[in-house]
């Protein structure tokens, strides 16, 4: 039992030049987790430049299509405050163009409409 001790505190006491157990310098681990850290903080930074559709898609192109900022289904055309606690929603989903009451209680359809082509020569609502 006491050679388990004896090789347990060996083990576990460490040089006094700065290095760890297995000789390495404490300045080399510090400074590998500080390349780490910034290595991360510099993806996070590209990743929401990407995603907010500032990079050209060429960069981008690595990611999955759903983080790409041109793969949004969603399209909100406009939004407007009725009052104090009603907004009005236009906004476009799935070819079809969406108006949408929506208030502390929920939200209501008030109409929905399939999407007009720009070239098919009729005026749009």
Same mark, same amino acid.
């Given at each position: 039992?006491?050679?388990?001790?004896?090789?347990?505190?060996?083990?576990?006491?460490?040089? @006094?030049?700065?290095?760890?157990?297995?000789?390495?310098?404490?300045?080399?681990?510090?400074?590998?987790?500080?390349?780490?850290?910034?290595?991360?903080?510099?993806?996070?930074?590209?990743?929401?430049?990407?995603?907010?559709?500032?990079?050209?898609?060429?960069?981008?192109?690595?990611?999955?299509?759903?983080?790409?900022?041109?793969?949004?289904?969603?399209?909100?055309?406009?939004?407007?405050?009725?009052?104090?606690?009603? @907004?009005?929603?236009?906004?476009?989903?799935?070819?079809?163009?969406?108006?949408?009451?929506?208030?502390?209680?929920?939200?209501?359809?008030?109409?929905?409409?399939?999407?007009?082509?720009?070239?098919?020569?009729?005026?749009?609502?």
């Amino acid at each position: 039992m006491n050679v388990i001790v004896l090789l347990m505190l060996k083990g576990a006491t460490a040089p @006094d030049d700065g290095a760890l157990g297995a000789g390495i310098s404490l300045w080399r681990v510090f400074g590998a987790w500080l390349l780490c850290i910034g290595i991360a903080v510099l993806l996070i930074l590209a990743l929401r430049r990407v995603r907010a559709g500032r990079v050209n898609a060429g960069i981008g192109s690595f990611l999955p299509r759903g983080l790409g900022a041109g793969a949004r289904a969603i399209e909100i055309v406009e939004t407007r405050r009725v009052n104090m606690s009603v @907004d009005l929603c236009i906004f476009d989903y799935d070819g079809e163009r969406y108006l949408v009451a929506v208030g502390a209680g929920g939200s209501t359809l008030l109409d929905r409409s399939p999407l007009r082509s720009p070239d098919s020569g009729e005026a749009e609502r």
